[in-house]
């Protein structure tokens, strides 16, 4: 008969030695696998850290000094935006998410260039671009919708769909010096405003735009069409009329053929 006292293991006591080896041993692999990461503590002493107040007076000199020596220029101003990138990054990942939004600004900088005009800046999912005359702002907007849908189906697999909002307007604008050229003034708000307040693949122009390329756009009957005007409040500017172009072959986004031609995106 076997004793309780039989069955119970011997347990051998761990030296100290062995201890501290094994103690060793994970620290050495914990620290390998937190090296990359992010150290957020400041490693200086708190008596070396520089806390000398910022200099305002010589930020508001300089900002003043900019603003009045910079002349002021008449620009026809687009913004562009990739509809769902904040989406699409959180359901496929960040890769993926930069090739779509890389390819969106590729297209767009591309049509830009195609028509005498100038992208200022990448926004992640969309451009900022300056044009001399509004009707190249206008056929820069239109060679973007329309390889777009050109080439929907191609890249749909590959990165999804590449909806866009692109709005127009014109308008004095200041450009600003440094190492990455920018420009201020009202127009850029209200660019920003009105492709802020675009439909899905539509493109808005307000009624400054239009009322320059209202003749002009006759050379372009067979290929472009225009929307009725209607009045919206833009957020912080007011209420501006805006109207639809768009290719003709694609038509007018709500419009019937716009839908069926579309139904299968």
Known sequence: MVTKQANKK?????????????ASQFDIMVSEQISALPKLADPRPVNEVDMTPIDFDAIIEDVTNVIATTPDQYKCIMFTDLVGSTQYKREMGHTKGFMRNRMFCDICEQGVGRHNGLVVKRLGDGVMAVFETAIDAVLAAMLITQSLDKERKKVKPMIGKLDCRIGITCGYVKEIPGIAKDYIGHAMDKGARIEGIARTN???IDEIVYGLIHTKIRDYSDDI???KPRNLTLKGVGVSTLYEVSPKERGLV????????????
Do not use: A, C, M, N
């Open 254 to 265: 709500g419009s019937l053929g716009y839908k069926v031609r579309h139904l299968f995106d």
């Open 202 to 204: 539509q493109v808005l």
């Open 225 to 227: 069409v225009i929307g």
């Open 10 to 22: 011997k347990v051998t006591p761990i030296k100290h030695e062995e201890k501290v080896s094994e």
